[in-house]
C-alpha cells in the first residue's frame, strides 16, 4: 500500500523560500514518477493545477508560472521528492500535494497548505 507523506508549508513573505517535501513508501520509489499540483483556495479537487513533475528518468517539466523560481529534484535513496520554491508570489497561495503515478495508477498525498502573505 502506497503511503504518502507531505511537509514543509506554511506562511511566508512575498519574495521569500520554501522546500517542499514528498516521502513516500510502500512501493519502489525509483521506478515511479512524481508530480506536484495545487488547490487555490475557492477552487475545486477537479482544478488541480499541475505544477511541476519528474520523471523516473530524472526528466523536469513545469507550468509556466513558476518556470525559474521552483526546481523539483528527488533523492530515491530518501524516496524523497523535494520543491524548492523560490521568489514566492501571493498567487502561489495553495495547497500544495505530491501525487505519484506509474503505468495510469497513482496515489495522493493529503496535502500541505503554503500561504504568500505579508
Known amino acids: 500500500q502506497v503511503r504518502i507523506e507531505e511537509s514543509g508549508g506554511g506562511l511566508i513573505q512575498p519574495g521569500g523560500s520554501l522546500r517542499l517535501s514528498c516521502v513516500a513508501s510502500g512501493i519502489i520509489f525509483s521506478t515511479w514518477n512524481v508530480a506536484w499540483y495545487r488547490q487555490a483556495p475557492g477552487k475545486q479537487r477537479e482544478q488541480r493545477e499541475l505544477?511541476?513533475?519528474?520523471?523516473?528518468?530524472?526528466?523536469?517539466s513545469y507550468v509556466d508560472s513558476v518556470e525559474g523560481r521552483f526546481t523539483i529534484s528527488r533523492d530515491n535513496t530518501k524516496k524523497t521528492v523535494y520543491l524548492q520554491m523560490d521568489n514566492l508570489k501571493p498567487e502561489d497561495t495553495a495547497n500544495y500535494y505530491c501525487?505519484?503515478?506509474?503505468?495510469?495508477?497513482?496515489?495522493w498525498g493529503q496535502g500541505t497548505q503554503v500561504t504568500v502573505s505579508s
Open positions: 505544477v511541476a513533475q519528474i520523471l523516473s528518468t530524472g526528466g523536469r
Open positions: 501525487y505519484i503515478y506509474i503505468k495510469g495508477v497513482g496515489s
